[in-house]
């Protein structure tokens, strides 16, 4: 059995090899042809365009991926059965379950690799594609690049940032006032400075007036309030110069680990109910679409055992088919758990809930 298992799987990962690279080329050959004409027009240089293509890879694999695998489904499987090789395997006491298991394992495993890739790389690829798109192709200057008066951020850690003036353009923030707060929405240190210099690594704050707090304390205890003065001095653990520019970040830029944060704060500062049900929907579906290659999987395996469908016409039009009826159900799905008609673990997971039961069902039909 090892050795089929060797010569199913390898004729499976190089269909999938090639679908991911074929569609990722031929998604970046139509959209460089689709915006030539702006890249001329705006001299843009070869490296801006380089980034900007090579940003959206992350993206594009995690979209991508799916339909390949689904594809590669029909043509390893379709062309045993086409070859009578499924026959064969089957005489010799082989059920198709067996034949199956590693077409399924390998998916599940691309799954995860999709699931690690989307969490860990999409998002920060997306904010640099989006950097390189706005400022260096369109030469659009976002607004918090410049000089900013009277300047207000909230840290990912319930850490406030204001300060008179805001320059990143200059490294520099004039009269700045750091408030870093605990969960129970007390102030544990206040951070006064006359202006603080960024060095590229850390803030520098100088004539620098620290006052520390003792939560666990009454507010008339001795010991409630330590307080410090420094010419010059870093704190470690405050937020950066890029994460102060990058002011807002738009949810379908964040992993689920910063959904999960960001919906504790949007739940602990009381936002409004529609806020809080499209932040759940969102970190589900972070997680759903990912899991669309191992559950169409499911669904196509069985199908290609069927020498009817075994043709390469039949399984491309089968897996376009599947992958457009995919998409849109999860769509549907996404728009109505945003509008409140659907619970957001259904909306997110009922394309894969329904994928994956069809996929059993025909899992039963097959012979084995």
């Known amino acids: ?127 640099k594609f989006i950097f390189t798109k706005e400022v260096e192709v369109y030469r659009s200057q976002p607004p918090w690049f410049t000089q900013t008066s009277d300047y207000s951020f909230r840290g990912m850690e319930d850490d406030y940032y204001f300060a008179k003036i805001f320059d990143p353009g200059n490294n520099y923030m004039e009269s700045p006032s750091i408030i870093i707060i605990d969960g129970a929405w007390k102030v544990k240190k206040k951070i006064d400075s006359e202006k603080a210099l960024w060095n590229g690594e850390y803030w520098i704050f100088q004539n620098c007036y620290v006052r520390e707090f003792d939560v666990s304390k009454d507010l008339g205890d001795p010991s409630y309030e330590r307080c410090f003065f420094s010419e010059e001095t870093t704190f470690y653990g405050i937020a950066t110069l890029d994460e102060m520019i990058v002011r807002q970040i738009r949810q379908d830029e964040m992993s689920i680990r910063e959904l999960r944060h960001y919906l504790s704060r949007a739940v602990s500062s009381g936002a409004r109910p529609e806020i809080v049900r499209k932040i759940i929907v969102d970190m589900h579906k972070r997680a759903s679409y990912p899991a669309a290659a191992f559950v169409i999987s499911l669904l196509g395996a069985p199908l290609a055992l069927d020498r009817r469908r075994s043709s390469i016409g039949v399984g491309f039009g089968l897996s376009l088919l599947i992958s457009f009826v995919y998409w849109g159900i999860l769509q549907i799905g996404i728009s109505m758990g945003y509008a409140g008609t659907l619970h957001p673990f259904i909306a997110s997971w009922g394309a894969n809930i329904a994928f994956a039961s069809f996929g059993f069902w025909m899992f039963l039909k097959i012979r084995r």
């Open 1 to 127: 059995m090892k050795i089929i298992d060797y010569y199913i799987l390898t004729k499976y990962l190089r269909f999938v090899l090639m679908g991911v690279f074929g569609f990722v080329f031929i998604y970046i050959t139509v959209d460089l042809i689709d915006h030539i004409s702006i890249f001329l027009d705006r001299s843009v240089p070869a490296m801006t365009i380089f980034r900007y293509y090579y940003f959206q890879i992350p993206s594009l694999l995690v979209l991508l991926t799916p339909v390949a695998v689904l594809l590669s489904c029909f043509f390893t499987l379709g062309k045993l059965s086409k070859n009578f090789e499924i026959i064969a395997m089957q005489a010799v006491g082989i059920s198709s379950y067996r034949i199956m298991l590693p077409v399924i394992i390998s998916a599940f495993f691309i799954f995860l690799m999709l699931f690690y890739l989307n969490e860990y790389f999409v998002p920060q690829y997306a904010r």
